[in-house]
Each structure stands twice: as structure tokens, then as C-alpha cells.
């Protein structure tokens, strides 16, 4: 676990602040400046008064739990629970997410969940991952992002991997490894990820009595 907080040190490096918006990032960078006189700027205390409405507003339609098509249990499965930590104080999301799947790898190094604040700008999310071997009794360590699109499908919300994105805008078929169902809205952190559901693909289907079939063998359907 040392080596997972490690990785995401160094990936929120990337992400300055971890503010719900890139423009909110900016804006605080600025506000940092000298004035032009070179007195000394007033602090500023955070409340839900340097926190636009806007911003809240924005947090709270990602709140909520995510959850992989049950049709692939078998082989690999995701939970994602975001929340709004604190919100009168930054605005700040975060995540704790639940993976699991059927391929491994030597001296892979187990994870129970993966946690930490993640990033939004408009319709896309941004959550940092980490991961690593054991090589030769070395530590060979990985970190990514991976950006997800909000989508409405048959009045469910849909977090898209950007493989299934491009599939879905593209061609409107659906990749069921790179979907993720809202299951739940906004959660506390006493919420169990391990007993989430996981919602049938079919209920994203414009023909829920179409047959299911595996994308990884069939692809997108």
C-alpha cells in the first residue's frame, strides 16, 4: 500500500490543487499573484463563498456509485464511488474504487482498492491509477489516468472508459468492459463497495430482449 500512495503522489503532481475544474485551477494560480502596487493581498479564509454555487452544483452530478455490467462478473469487475469531500471547504472529489479481473501477472502486487481525489472538467472525469511488479526482487512501479465521459443512455447515467466512448459516439454500440453504470446517488464513506450492484447491460440496449454476447469475442455490440 506504500507503494500505491507513492505512485499517486507523484501523479498529483500532475494535478496542482486537485480543483473540480481546470478554470478553478487557474483562477487560484492568479489570485496567488502580487497586486500590481506590491502591497500584500488580504488571505483569503476558504468558504462556500470563494466555492462558486456552480462548482458545487457540478460536484454533486458526479456523486454517486458506478458499477461494471453484471453480464462480465465473471472476468473482471469495477466499483467507483465518487463523493465531495468537504464541500464547504475546497470543493475537492474523491474516489475509492474496487477492481477486480481474471488476468494476473507475476509479482503482480495486490491491491485491495485503489482511493484519492480525482479530477472533472465539464462532461469528463480524470482518476489517477497506480500499479506495480515485483521483477528480480525489485519494485518496478506504474501510474496513468483514466479519462471517463458521462453519458445519459435510456435515462441511466454511464461513465465511458475512452475506448468505449469513441465505440458509442462513433458507431452508438456499447463495449461492455469500458462502461460503468450509476447505480446510486451521493453515499457517505461508512457505503460498503463490496456490496454494490451491478446493473444488466440490457438496460442500456435500445432491444432489452436482444441476445447478450461477450464484446471481448464479439465485440461491441
Known amino acids: ?7 499517486f503522489v507523484a ?16 483562477v487560484a494560480l492568479s489570485a496567488a499573484k502580487p497586486s500590481v502596487q506590491g502591497s500584500e ?29 453484471s453480464e462480465i462478473g465473471a472476468f473482471t469487475s469495477t466499483t467507483l464511488v465518487i463523493t465531495d469531500v468537504l464541500p464547504e471547504l475546497h470543493g475537492d472529489l474523491s474516489y475509492r474504487m474496487l477492481f477486480r479481473t481474471d488476468v494476473s501477472m507475476a509479482g503482480e502486487i495486490d491491491q485491495d482498492q485503489l482511493s484519492g ?21 525489485k519494485a518496478h512501479l506504474s501510474a496513468s489516468v483514466e479519462r471517463y465521459t458521462l453519458r445519459s443512455i435510456n435515462g441511466l447515467i454511464v461513465l465511458m472508459r475512452e475506448d468505449a466512448r469513441k465505440v458509442f459516439d462513433t458507431r452508438k454500440e456499447l463495449y461492455d468492459y469500458g462502461a460503468l453504470i450509476k447505480v446510486a446517488d451521493k ?15 440490457k438496460a442500456l440496449y435500445a432491444d432489452p430482449t436482444k441476445e447478450w454476447k461477450d464484446p471481448y469475442v464479439h465485440g461491441p455490440q
Open 117 to 137: 481525489t480525482c479530477l472533472v472538467e465539464d462532461d469528463r472525469l480524470y482518476i489517477p491509477r497506480a500499479s506495480g511488479h515485483m521483477i528480480k526482487d
Open 41 to 69: 493581498a488580504a488571505p483569503v479564509s476558504p468558504s462556500t463563498d470563494s466555492i462558486s454555487q456552480e462548482q458545487l452544483a457540478r460536484n454533486k452530478k458526479w456523486e454517486g456509485v458506478y458499477t461494471s455490467p
Open 11 to 26: 501523479i498529483l503532481a500532475l494535478f496542482p490543487g486537485c480543483s473540480s475544474s481546470v478554470e478553478g485551477q487557474s
Open 187 to 201: 453515499v457517505d464513506f461508512s457505503y460498503d463497495i463490496h456490496q454494490a450492484e451491478h446493473k444488466s447491460i
Open 1 to 7: 500500500m506504500a507503494i500505491h500512495w507513492t505512485i
